[in-house]
């Protein structure tokens, strides 16, 4: 059973960093290429940052270029993301997600708050 669950989220202030992790089971963590994405209030679900399986080339939305940075530990089944200067427009529950079996699977989520 594919499993996923995020940490790391909490209340910071603008302009602070925050590292969020996400640990995963039940799948070959090394074949996968995994991504965040992020759901604020009132908002569609949206992709933040990918990193790749074996190449670990990495991918990000605009918003997340320059500020995060996506990794992942094959070692330990699990993946990253370094969020640094934050804005109160990154206030959102942020998700580790990954497609196995032509299926959709993500975790519970850690919520992010950050305050101005």
């Known amino acids: 059973e594919v499993q996923l669950v995020e940490s790391g989220g909490d209340l910071v202030q603008s302009g602070e960093s925050l590292k969020l992790s996400c640990v995963a089971s039940?799948?070959?963590?090394?074949?996968?290429?995994m991504r965040w994405v992020r759901q604020a209030p009132g908002k569609e679900l949206e992709w933040v940052a990918t990193?790749?399986?074996?190449?670990?080339?990495?991918f990000y939305e605009d918003f997340a270029k320059g500020r995060f940075a996506v990794s992942r530990d094959d070692a330990k089944n699990t993946m990253y993301l370094q969020m640094n200067n934050l804005k109160p427009e990154d206030t959102a529950k942020y998700y580790c997600?990954?497609?196995?079996?032509?299926?959709?699977?993500w975790g519970p989520g850690t919520q992010v708050t950050v305050s101005s």
């Open positions: 990193v790749d399986a074996g190449t670990y080339k990495t």
């Open positions: 997600a990954v497609r196995v079996n032509d299926r959709g699977f």
């Open positions: 039940g799948f070959t963590f090394t074949e996968y290429n």
